[in-house]
């Protein structure tokens, strides 16, 4: 069964700290890595999404890696900001028979300060 | 925005009680996932619809039930609600089965007591 893990659970930096998230998975047989952003309380919006063939992605100040042998991934967010403050999600797309899915972590709970 | 709506937002309901929210997705979308969020918790799978039959169910027992319209629209039902059924629940879209960028709705907050 695959289990994703992120560390740390919540994170508080000042604004214009350069910082990274971590997610873990267990099962290294994926489609691919995604991660998401979910604001308080509302849906989740796309971020990046990296094939299990890629090493990285980068869109903008965020960056996030995948070692797909190792079962990591690394969200890279560069210069913060007091909008970045979200939780961040990471989620792993795999094939359960004939359906195709997203298992996620839990999410860590990014706060930026002014 | 993802072209993927949801309604209703909010919703109250006692122990017991049957749900049914709605999702519209977009527009060629043949694929819809189900998602249920608890408080502090990661998304978790479902089921999901292909062409109007259900293709794969998580860990969900059979009161959870789905329909899948042929104008991209598709329900959620919930028989005999128990307080844990408290959550977010989001509906993906996606073009394929395979597809591998799902787009999200907003999600429905349904409130057991």
């Known amino acids: 069964k695959q289990e994703v893990t992120q560390i740390p659970a919540a994170l508080s930096v000042p604004e214009g700290e350069n910082l990274v998230l971590n997610c873990s998975f267990t099962?290294?047989?994926?489609?691919?890595l995604q991660w998401f952003r979910q604001d308080p309380g509302k849906g989740l919006t796309s971020l990046l999404l990296?094939?299990?063939?890629?090493r990285e992605q980068t869109s903008g100040r965020l960056n996030a890696s995948l070692d797909k042998s190792s079962g990591r991934s690394t969200l890279y967010i560069a210069a913060s900001q007091p909008g970045d403050s979200a939780t961040y999600l990471c989620?792993?797309?795999?094939?359960?028979?004939?359906?195709?899915?997203?298992?996620f972590g839990k999410g860590t709970l990014l706060t930026v300060n002014p | 925005e993802t072209g993927v709506t949801q309604s209703p937002t909010h919703l109250i309901k006692t122990r017991g009680q049957q749900v049914t929210l709605r999702c519209s997705s977009q527009?060629?979308?043949?694929?819809v996932s189900w998602y249920q969020q608890a408080l502090g918790q990661g998304p978790q799978f479902i089921f999901q619809?292909?062409?109007?039959?259900?293709?794969g169910r998580g860990n969900f027992p059979p009161r959870f039930s789905g329909l899948q319209f042929p104008n991209y629209s598709s329900e959620l039902n919930v028989n005999a609600l128990e307080l844990d059924d408290s959550a977010l629940y989001l509906c993906?879209?996606?073009?394929?089965?395979?597809?591998?960028?799902?787009?999200f709705g907003p999600g429905t907050r349904l409130l057991v007591l």
């Open positions: 619809y292909y062409r109007e039959e259900e293709n």
């Open positions: 989620a792993v797309y795999t094939s359960g028979g004939s359906n195709y899915k997203l298992t």
């Open positions: 527009s060629g979308h043949n694929t």
């Open positions: 099962d290294s047989a994926i489609y691919n």
């Open positions: 993906a879209s996606s073009l394929e089965i395979s597809g591998e960028t799902q787009y």
């Open positions: 990296i094939q299990s063939s890629q």
